[in-house]
């Protein structure tokens, strides 16, 4: 077996063997984060003394046959948007360096540690996860390891990173306009925003409210669903993780039959400008549904929902700027000042029929979902592009014009995943999205499972990865 390769799944079972050591994970992993830094540029800080601490207990743990707990030994990286105890929470944010460590865990987090994961280091986000690409002024730009010119997406883009590279199985991202799906889409993971509320999160998530979430990123389903095991469930730290009242039980997700499932696809919604060989894609994955068995309906063209995502989003960002005090307001990423800015002059009847308008699309989805089992399209519009810049070409207005098929979910709370579709012509993975209703969390998971096997298996990235041309290339900041 392949360390680097090794779904947390199979870590447990070599683990349980007897025929992998904990700490031999550990120091592998933490070997190839150093090379990952070097080229792509995927942490913020990376914690060898404690990790290699946390692994000796697990080895401990396994050898003594004293009961595992569930992610006894398996190494996760956590997106530096959520606190661990004994690190700085930077948010990317240069507003936030030399302040102390947090002296405790995001409720996600505290779960991880409690469960046996081993915390080896923090991941790299733009400021505040504002938008979905991966570059800030702390730590420069983070790139896609298929093509290290191009970004990884994001905003979770050094985690879907971390995973893709072999630097460990798991890791916690966050989701507040795509931010987990986006980077698993361009780097060819799976990747979870769950139902809003079933994963806990303390704080909120900054000025977003409840369009932010908590969520996993993995090589394989299955990891995707024993890490969400572990982090989902109610807290008294967050009043909205109503939710996790109805979490299944842990274990694998369960077979399910293609033949007789009712299928909602749209390649575009009806007003987004996508990539030809991603409509390309996408026909292909529908054409294998339809002879497997399930029956493919048309999603009915739906009102372009950036303009309401736009409002809420431009305002939560000003509403967090305004809160930055203005001896350190010149820190803050000039990008994000300008766009919070524009935040400063919404009205609140503006704000307020945004809100409706979201209350309108979270009842165009209940309807749908209540015809159908899921709802497919692309997870982007659009493949990598250039690596340091929020925009593919001048032809767009922001980021949102690009990214605008992972938001009506963050609009409506609902569970949504991204798989591995395809490869572009170049190499370039293409993620395949799939939703369903709020709290059916476990039918997304059983339904990308079910899709997974039938697409087979998509080549993975060599862990080595570091090709000649990503060799030379130098993190910036």
Not at 99 to 105: Q, R, W
Not at 155 to 184: E, F, M, N, Y
Not at 316 to 340: F, I, M, N, Q, T
Request: glycine letters at 10%; one cysteine or more.
């Amino acid at each position: 077996m392949d360390i680097l390769d090794a779904s947390a799944t199979s870590l447990l079972e070599g683990y349980a063997r007897g025929s992998l050591s904990p700490v031999t994970v550990m120091q592998q992993v933490l070997e190839q984060s150093r090379q990952v830094q070097d080229t792509l540029n995927a942490f913020c800080r990376i914690d060898e003394a404690n990790a290699l601490m946390g692994a000796e207990i697990a080895e401990q743990v396994w050898r003594t046959g004293y009961p595992p707990r569930p992610l006894e030994g398996v190494p996760v990286s956590i997106k530096d948007t959520a606190m661990v105890r004994g690190w700085p929470l930077g948010r990317g944010s240069r507003v936030n360096e030399g302040k102390a460590a947090m002296n405790e865990d995001a409720p996600a987090v505290a779960r991880l540690r409690a469960a046996g994961a081993v915390l080896f280091a923090s991941t790299t986000t733009c400021e505040n996860g504002w938008k979905a690409v991966t570059d800030s002024p702390v730590t420069g730009i983070t790139r896609n390891p298929y093509d290290p010119t191009l970004t990884p997406g994001g905003s979770s883009g050094g985690a879907a990173v971390a995973v893709a590279t072999g630097c460990g199985p798991l890791a916690l991202g966050s989701d507040g306009g795509g931010s987990i799906r986006v980077p698993a889409g361009f780097c060819g993971l799976v990747g979870l925003k769950p139902t809003f509320g079933y994963v806990p999160q303390y704080p909120m998530g900054l000025h977003y409210g409840d369009m932010a979430h908590y969520g996993p990123l993995a090589r394989t389903v299955d990891d995707l669903k024993l890490m969400l095991d572990v982090v989902g469930g109610y807290s008294v730290q967050d009043p909205y993780s109503f939710w996790a009242v109805r979490k299944a039980p842990a274990g694998c997700v369960r077979k399910v039959p293609l033949a007789g499932l009712r299928i909602a696809a749209t390649c575009d919604f009806g007003f987004m400008d996508v990539d030809a060989e991603i409509r390309e894609a996408f026909a292909h994955v529908l054409r294998l549904l339809r002879v497997a068995g399930a029956t493919v309906v048309d999603v009915p063209p739906m009102a372009d929902w950036r303009p309401t995502y736009r409002t809420l989003w431009i305002a939560g960002s000003w509403e967090s700027y305004r809160h930055v005090p203005d001896d350190c307001k010149d820190l803050v990423d000039p990008e994000l000042r300008a766009w919070a800015m524009r935040g400063k002059d919404i009205s609140l009847d503006t704000y307020n029929a945004a809100q409706q308008a979201r209350l309108q699309y979270r009842l165009a989805s209940a309807r749908l979902d209540d015809e159908v089992d899921c709802v497919l399209s692309p997870t982007n519009a659009l493949l990598p592009f250039r690596a340091g810049y929020t925009l593919p070409d001048d032809e767009y207005v922001d980021w949102l014009e690009w990214a605008g098929l992972a938001l009506l979910y963050n609009l409506t709370g609902q569970p949504a995943l991204s798989i591995p579709a395809a490869r572009s012509r170049q190499g370039l993975p293409i993620g395949l999205q799939i939703a369903s209703a709020c709290g059916h969390d476990e039918r997304v998971l059983e339904i990308g499972k079910a899709i997974a096997a039938l697409l087979g298996p998509v080549s993975p990235l060599p862990t080595s990865l570091l090709s000649p041309q990503a060799a030379t290339l130098h993190t910036v900041g």
